[in-house]
Structure formats: C-alpha cells, structure tokens
C-alpha cells in the first residue's frame, strides 16, 4: 500500500502531461496540412508526378491542364519521366490513341525519344523496285538534204526516223491484298492480325496499318512486336462491328468486310469466334505494253 502511493504522484504527472499534450496539439495549436510545390519534392517523386500528369493526360486530353501541372519542373526531370513511361508503354503493346497521346504531351514539353519516332508524322520513304524502266533518250527527226543535179533538180521526199518503243510504269498500290484468312484458337480472343511484307516475304518495320469501322479508326505501326515478326501488327475488335483495312499510302481499303464469325463447327468442341490473318504485300511496279510511234512520212 505504501509503494502504491509513493509511485501515485509518478502516475498523476504522466497522466497530466498526456492531456496537456492532446489540447496542445488539438486546440491550441493543431497541425495544418498544407499543398506542396511539385518543384520542392524529391527527385523520384518529381518523376512520379510527371508520369501521374502523363496519365491524366491520356484521359482527358487537355494539353494546357498537363502545361500547367508540369510548369516549373526541371527539365531533365521531365524528360527522364517522359522516355520511361514511353520506353515501358511500347514495350507492353500499348494501344496506338494512347501511345500518340504521350507522343504530343513529350514534344510539347520538348522531349524525343527513340521509341516514339514511329507515331511522329513523318513522311514513308517510297518503295523502291527492282523493275524500274530506264528512260530512252528520244531522238532528233533528221531530214535528209536533197542532192542537186546539174541537170535537174529533183524533188525530195523528207523522211523521219521512228520513235524506238517506250514503256511508262503504271501506278500501283503500294500493298496489295495477298492472304485473308480466318483464324480458330480458343486460346486466343477475338482479333485481326495483320502481316506487312515485301515481294519475297520479309516483314517490313514502320508501316502505318489504318483499322476502319463506320464510327472511328485506330492506327499501329509495324515492327512493334518484333518477336511476332518485323511487319507484324495486330488490332482488338468487338462483335457485330464491320472492319475494313488500309495503309497511309491508300484511301481506299485494302480488305473489307471483316467482321468477327463462329469458325466452322468440329465435333465434339464448342464454337469458337475466329480471328482475321491479313497479309499485305508490296506491288511491284508494272510497266505497260511499249507503244511504238509509226513512221511519218511528208508530203511533196
């Protein structure tokens, strides 16, 4: 009993120092919280504040909102951010509206990067042909002088040298139509792959494959998912949605009429929604039959 109140005081001045502490930081000087500049953050939260902005971005679209949240960051912040969020969005197989979307916000914050050249709108080089014609210089009509005779002069009947065979190449598409197939795998969801290649079946990188329905588009480039091939692309479609196929060269579609269908039914399995495998293959250019000039003649 006496140890209890030799220890009373101890526990009476613990327990009054608790509740002046709990008023002091409650009443009479409570913690604000108060919005930090993004500028003052450490560096890796800077970045993730540049990709957090990116993301909204990407949402909303507005490109003056996303100015504003990144204004006063340091650049090489910014662009470290930019390169990684593109860098690790490519890689996945990101759609091409998401990837465009981060394209325009790093060139309004003066970022380039590698990843991001495909989606710059920079002209295709021509497709070059093994098959071009080379031109035949045209040559000059000679007239043939007449010879004189002491004792008459004869009139003479001009000739002209025919004009040699000239071809001239017909424009082509640049990709034509080469396989349309329809694909059945129930381990894979509905889809329309597309396969981009030269004449001799090698895929070809960086080619713009346009997927058209009658209420928008999208847009891929080839070549990024090199471990399905070079020219390798391919798109997510819905049901009951009619899809046509083109290229940046050609307004016109290449396939149309693409619209997911039940495979053929095998017995025994359940039906299975097919995909599309498009092949596209370069054209060659094709040079017309030679047209050859007929010899004219002049008159007396």
């Given at each position: 009993m006496r140890s209890f109140f030799q220890r009373l005081p101890l526990l009476v001045g613990l327990v009054l120092g608790l509740l002046g502490g709990l008023i002091y930081t409650w009443a009479i000087a409570p913690i604000e919280l108060v919005d930090v500049d993004p500028k003052r953050m450490r560096a890796d939260y800077r970045q993730e504040w540049v990709r957090l902005a990116a993301l909204s971005y990407i949402a909303d679209g507005n490109l003056e909102r996303a100015r504003w949240r990144l204004d006063g960051l340091p650049p090489e912040d910014i662009a470290a951010a930019m390169e990684a969020l593109i860098s690790e969005y490519a890689a996945a197989g990101r759609s091409a509206g998401t990837m465009r979307s981060l394209t325009v916000l790093a060139q309004a914050m003066g970022v380039q990067t590698s990843a991001m050249l495909v989606y710059l709108d920079t002209p295709i080089a021509p497709v070059s042909s093994t098959n071009t014609p080379v031109p035949t210089p045209?040559?000059?009509?000679?007239?043939?002088?007449?010879?004189?005779?002491?004792?008459?002069?004869?009139?003479?009947?001009p000739t002209r040298t025919p004009y040699p065979p000239t071809s001239t190449p017909e424009p082509r598409a640049p990709f034509q139509l080469a396989v349309r197939e329809q694909v059945c795998d129930p381990e894979q969801a509905p889809h329309i792959e597309v396969v981009v290649q030269d004449e001799n079946g090698t895929g070809l990188p960086g080619v713009e494959v346009w997927l058209m329905w009658a209420d928008g588009s999208d847009r891929a480039v080839t070549g990024l998912k090199p471990g399905r091939g070079l020219g390798y692309v391919d798109f997510d479609v819905e049901e009951e949605i009619e899809y046509s196929l083109g290229t940046s060269e050609l307004g016109a579609p290449l396939a149309s009429g693409l619209q997911l269908e039940l495979c053929p039914e095998e017995k025994g399995k359940d039906p299975v929604i097919g995909s599309w495998r498009i092949v596209l293959e370069r054209s060659p250019l094709v040079t017309s039959t030679p047209t050859v000039t007929p010899e004219g003649g002049g008159g007396e």
């Open positions: 045209m040559p000059t009509l000679v007239d043939a002088t007449p010879t004189v005779v002491p004792t008459a002069v004869p009139t003479v009947k």
